[in-house]
């Protein structure tokens, strides 16, 4: 009589514990962080980043990802090659015409502000 009121009563503590989670795991689940989080300003100087690219004229588009920017130049020699650590980007990627940074959150705000200078 014993041993069948503990399996019992250990069937019944085991199942509220289970119903009791899942209620918890359900409220976790239904709240979702839907929106990016990137910076919206940034400390690089653009308009010096802009020379350092090799001017206005050098540039042909910029994009960006959630922590890099690219950069399409027309001549890549005008490049300065000390950009990375002049304004303390993580890394830099230089294939041909296209120079990739990687500057972390800020990288939209950068773009940005580099599209809306040049025009584009």
Not at 100 to 120: P, V
């Amino acid at each position: 009589m014993k041993k069948t009121k503990y399996i019992l009563l250990s069937i019944l503590t085991l199942g509220i514990f289970n119903v009791v989670t899942k209620k918890k795991a359900r409220k976790l689940a239904i709240n979702v962080n839907d929106k990016l989080v990137v910076s919206k300003t940034t400390n690089v100087n653009i308009n010096q980043l802009i020379e350092d690219l090799g001017g206005k004229c050098n540039i042909i588009k910029v994009n960006s990802t959630i922590s890099t920017f690219k950069v399409t130049v027309v001549d890549p020699d005008k490049v300065i090659n000390e950009i990375k650590n002049k304004y303390g980007f993580k890394g830099m990627i230089k294939s041909k015409k296209v120079f990739t940074f990687l500057s972390g959150d800020d990288s939209y705000a950068i773009a940005t502000a580099i599209n809306s200078f040049i025009g584009k």
